[in-house]
């Protein structure tokens, strides 16, 4: 069964500061995908990463997917208070449909 | 491109009543359909897959016979909540997959259903 953990859960950070969030994937799978939801809101799609390696970059997040070591990370440069929402990470299943698994979601605040 | 709508956008019912959610993918046919429910500050969690002209399938735990779902064309999937209870109200989300390379599934803007 595929499980899919992100850490940090909750983040509060200073705008202008740097972070990382972090997603462990438990099977073999070289699709994932970074997401972000606005209170009342539904999925925003972020980056898709196809492959080992797999480097995005939109404003001020990056995302990269190292599909040996099961883990992608979602970078936040100088963070600005407009960043605030909850960030997911999703993994496809790499047999039957194809699911998508998600993480549990990490609630990033930014304060002025 | 992919562009996927649902409606209601929120749905107020009293229990008991039945509720039908429909979500669909406007400028791509999709090839698979997925119903999510969120609960408030808790992710995703996938509850049926189903194909156009097949029967869904049902994640563990969720009741085929309190959560309808039928795909009757390849732009069109519903989600009818039979006989709701106040427990069966949280955030519904519909997602669409054109079977292109990526795979990725395009999500719906999501149904708030509350049942009093």
């Known amino acids: 069964e595929l499980k899919v953990e992100q850490n940090p859960l909750f983040l509060s950070m200073q705008e202008g500061k740097n972070y990382t969030i972090y997603c462990n994937y438990s099977?073999?799978?070289?699709?994932l995908y970074w997401y972000r939801q606005d209170p009342g809101k539904s999925l925003e799609s972020l980056f898709v990463?196809?492959?080992?390696?797999a480097v995005k970059q939109e404003g001020r997040l990056m995302a990269s997917l190292d599909t040996k070591a099961r883990l992608s990370t979602l970078h936040i440069t100088a963070a600005v208070h407009d960043l605030s929402a909850t960030y997911f990470c999703?993994?496809?299943?790499?047999?039957?449909?194809?699911?998508?698994?998600f993480g549990q979601g990490t609630r990033l605040t930014i304060n002025p | 491109g992919a562009v996927v709508s649902q409606h209601p956008s929120r749905v107020i019912c009293k229990s008991g009543t039945s509720v039908k959610i429909e979500c669909r993918s406007l400028?791509?046919?999709?090839?698979?359909m997925f119903w999510y429910r969120q609960f408030p500050k808790q992710s995703l969690m996938l509850m049926a897959t189903s194909n156009e002209g097949s029967k869904a399938t049902y994640e563990q735990g969720v009741e085929k016979d309190k959560f309808l779902i039928n795909h009757a064309s390849l732009t069109l999937s519903t989600l009818t909540v039979t006989s709701a209870h106040p427990e069966d109200s949280s955030f519904y989300i519909c997602?669409?997959?054109?079977?292109?390379?990526?795979?990725?599934?395009?999500f719906g803007p999501g149904t708030r259903l509350t049942v009093l």
């Open positions: 099977t073999t799978s070289d699709r």
């Open positions: 999703a993994v496809d299943e790499d047999w039957g449909a194809q699911k998508l698994v």
């Open positions: 400028d791509f046919q999709a090839t698979t």
């Open positions: 997602s669409a997959r054109a079977g292109r390379r990526t795979n990725e599934q395009f």
């Open positions: 990463l196809l492959s080992n390696g």
